[in-house]
């Protein structure tokens, strides 16, 4: 809990620091960019998921497309990868959970000054969830593949250092269209848990870093 608030604590941070800034640096329009995220994924709601996944890494590289009113679309891949937390499984279990889909976007994206903007919007496509552990290859199953429907809501605030790039603190909460009880790691039995806890989504918050290209079409196409 406190490692959370820490992450909560650092985005609010951040975000007065974007809103306080001041520079001489020429506003950019937001038109077609690409955008890199990278960020440390924590998992909530499904109580087996959360005490026995363990979130490393989150990758978001998109291509995006914002209209002169703000309305913006993209075009993505995701990958995420969480590691079986070996100490909160019955016996040791060794292996992990690879994440890997493709999204469209939809949101909002707009710079409100000099330097300081925001990229609101949801992600929304299909999810491949890959897992392997030792145990589930000891029940004669080398691969546990689940695939299913994956949305995200997120929040970009963006500061940028010219008219062609900036950087951003991104915030994205993704649920995945399954649950998740122990068995899918190849723990045997219910581990203690209430069977009601699998039926819940398969969700985590995502908070990070990015940074963004801005190709200029619309700054070129007036100079």
Avoid at 152 to 179: A, M
Wanted: with cysteine; charged share 15%.
């Amino acid at each position: 809990m406190v490692k959370h608030k820490g992450h909560f604590l650092s985005a609010l941070i951040f975000g007065c620091c974007f809103s306080c800034s001041v520079s001489l640096a020429q506003g950019i329009e937001p038109d077609d960019s690409f955008t890199f995220e990278i960020g440390l994924p924590n998992a909530f709601v499904n109580k087996p998921f959360k005490e026995m996944m363990q979130g490393l890494i989150s990758v978001s590289p998109y291509y995006q497309y914002a209209l002169a009113n703000g309305v913006a679309f993209g075009i993505g891949a995701h990958y995420t990868y969480f590691a079986v937390n070996e100490f909160s499984v019955p016996s040791a279990i060794y292996g992990g959970m690879h994440c890997l889909g493709g999204f469209l976007k939809f949101g909002h994206e707009k710079f409100w000054g000099e330097r300081f903007g925001t990229d609101f919007g949801i992600k929304a496509g299909y999810m491949h969830t890959m897992i392997k552990t030792d145990a589930l290859f000891e029940q004669g199953t080398r691969l546990n593949v689940l695939p299913s429907l994956y949305i995200e809501p997120n929040v970009g605030l963006v500061l940028s250092s010219d008219k062609s790039n900036s950087y951003r603190l991104s915030i994205g909460y993704p649920f995945f269209g399954f649950g998740f009880s122990p068995g899918e790691i190849g723990v045997e039995g219910d581990a203690g848990y209430d069977t009601d806890q699998y039926k819940r989504p398969s969700s985590f918050l995502i908070v990070g870093f990015g940074y963004t290209h801005y190709f200029n079409g619309k700054a070129n196409s007036e100079n």
